[in-house]
């Protein structure tokens, strides 16, 4: 997570519209085995999280994205799936369109990730 709180940092200068709104957010949606051990991640994030305690919604937005740690798929409703610790969606906060399914890899390729997501905004 830290790589990615770097790139999120950076959106404050590159990543916003026009009108002054964020171009894209990064919403930590977990998959933590407990309240402290999700708690311990996001005090080293500086983006929103989704509550512990708000299970549905978690499950909702893992439902609606397709996307789950492989140890939830089963209760999901989402087995036979390869699925994978951390995944990482980029969304276009105009469009609600998915910029990115795998901005994992961008952030950890050590290229501009930030660069490549500001160019699927509004796409």
Not at 17 to 39: C, H, I, N, P, Q
Not at 44 to 60: G, H, N, Q, T
Not at 92 to 106: F, P, R
Request: glycine share 10%; proline share 2%.
């Amino acid at each position: 997570m830290p790589a990615v709180k770097l790139v999120y940092d950076g959106q404050s200068n590159e990543g916003t519209s026009d009108d002054g709104k964020k171009t894209f957010e990064v919403l930590y949606v977990s998959s933590d085995r407990s309240a402290e051990e999700m708690s311990n991640i996001v005090s080293l994030m500086s983006f929103p999280a989704v509550a512990f305690e708000a299970s549905k919604e978690r499950a909702d937005l893992k439902k609606h994205f397709d996307c789950c740690a492989g140890k939830e798929a089963g209760e999901l409703g989402m087995a036979g799936k390869a699925y994978g610790i951390p995944t990482l969606f980029i969304i276009d906060c105009a469009t609600e369109k998915i910029i990115t399914a795998d901005g994992v890899s961008d952030v950890m390729s050590g290229n501009d990730a930030l660069g490549k997501w500001l160019e699927g905004v509004g796409k």
